[in-house]
């Protein structure tokens, strides 16, 4: 059985706290009996080892026992949070969907069955191993998302090690590679997955205060909205631990301001990918972006300022576009990175990077100067096309207070100039109410 290590974990602290949604707490022996429940809705349903299962949810009791269930019973998982504004129809068909799960607000399931046939190789390959699967999605912002194959066997191997109980925060969702890493780690090491019941700032600190979490891992674009909100000072963090970030690059002066907001808190720069899981890291401090990544599935090489990946529990491929690995199994991130020594600096996406007549813009700079000048509370930095360079800089700016737009642009552009050559300094600033934000909590540029 694929999970028995990790349910016989649960029935050895069946009295501990596993879950904590809406102020409802479930033990672990209450997880357990929950997912016994869902495989005997499995039988009523017959659904079959190997069928793919879309389930449609979010962190509840209910929808982690139905995961932990369809694991067991070597299913093919298409998790979907249930607020992603997703083509479900489209996800289904690509995945090779037959059976979908929907779990309601009173934690019972609405169950359809869809006529479709397996014919994908990678989804034969792994039926015929008898090993569960998991798809995930990529969210799609530079194109048509890409489904991502995972062996389970593969990705849920590292769990077994044992490590630290923590009381921690599931802001990530469980359809991104974070949010099954913290939901599978949390578990796996006999600690309290404590789901807010909204994803704002205000839920979020409520939730840490009433239910003294220890760990929140978060995206950089969340932390600068919790740093915006001014949430944190109206409730008790004490309890506050650590801090991870990852998903997108984090600027200077926001982690700057994040350690002077929580003293008392460490914090740790995370890394992974759909196609590749997360990976072990270091930050060399708390405020600090330089990082070292790896673990012991793990290779990892810079090519051309370009950081590679050779993983053991890399996916099995896509079910929608070609295999992205070379001859000898290296993934390219399309990460561009600093080195010193062991250390890597992230600098930003190729997909993201601004050629202004040859020369190289990260974005993520620019966004990280501009939030220097005082007043600035976000920024968003991309480009727009022009005949001549072939693209400027523009940007879009959040203040604090109200400002006359040319006195502001005046000052930002002065300090960009000041800090940045000439080809990085924004051409256009544009001053706005609200920047762009995914329902992943990443910028959209």
């Avoid at 070379?326 to 990077?353: C, H, M, P, Y």
Wanted: glycine share 6%; net charge neutral.
């Amino acid at each position: 059985m694929p999970l028995g290590w990790l349910l016989e974990r649960f029935r050895t602290r069946a009295d501990a706290e596993a879950m904590v949604l809406r102020d409802r707490s479930v033990t672990y022996g209450q997880l357990t009996r929950l997912v016994l429940e869902a495989q005997s809705l499995l039988d009523h349903e017959g659904v079959s080892p190997g069928e793919a299962a879309l389930v449609d949810a979010d962190h509840s009791p209910a929808a982690v026992a139905l995961l932990l269930a369809l694991i067991a019973r070597r299913n093919i998982v298409v998790p979907v949070a249930s607020h992603v504004k997703a083509d479900r129809e489209s996800y289904m068909a690509i995945a090779e969907v037959t059976r979908s799960f929907r779990v309601l607000a009173d934690d019972s399931y609405e169950v359809h069955k869809h006529d479709r046939t397996m014919g994908h190789p990678l989804n034969l390959e792994l039926k015929g191993q008898g090993s569960p699967g998991l798809v995930l999605f990529s969210s799609g912002s530079t194109g048509r998302p890409k489904a991502a194959l995972h062996n389970l066997d593969l990705l849920l191997k590292k769990y077994m090690t044992p490590r630290h109980a923590k009381r921690t925060v599931t802001f990530l969702l469980f359809d991104h590679i974070g949010g099954f890493n913290t939901l599978f780690y949390t578990l796996a090491n006999g600690g309290c997955a404590i789901a807010p019941e909204g994803r704002d700032p205000f839920s979020l600190c409520r939730a840490i205060e009433r239910h003294r979490a220890q760990v929140l891992p978060a995206s950089a674009t969340f932390l600068n909205l919790l740093l915006m909100s001014e949430a944190y000072r109206q409730f008790d963090l004490s309890s506050l631990e650590l801090i991870t970030y990852g998903t997108e690059p984090m600027h200077e002066a926001t982690l700057r301001r994040l350690n002077a907001a929580f003293p008392q808190v460490s914090f740790l720069q995370t890394y992974g990918l759909s196609e590749l899981g997360i990976l072990r890291s270091k930050s060399r401090s708390s405020d600090s972006l330089w990082v070292r990544v790896g673990g012991e599935d793990y290779q990892t090489r810079v090519v051309d300022g370009v950081l590679h990946i050779k993983a053991e529990c890399s996916m099995l491929g896509y079910l929608n576009a070609p295999s992205p690995f070379d001859a000898e199994g290296w993934f390219n991130t399309q990460d561009e990175v600093e080195v010193d020594g062991e250390w890597l600096r992230f600098k930003g996406r190729r997909s993201d990077i601004i050629n202004v007549g040859g020369e190289k813009v990260y974005p993520a700079e620019v966004e990280s100067t501009i939030l220097e000048v005082p007043g600035v509370l976000d920024a968003t930095v991309s480009k727009e096309p022009h005949p001549i360079t072939g693209n400027i800089v523009a940007a879009s700016v959040r203040l604090s207070e109200a400002e006359d737009p040319e006195q502001a642009t005046r000052r930002i552009r002065r300090h960009c100039s000041a800090k940045l050559p000439r080809y990085k300094v924004p051409v256009k600033i544009k001053v706005v109410e609200t920047v762009g934000v995914s329902d992943r909590f990443k910028k959209q540029r």
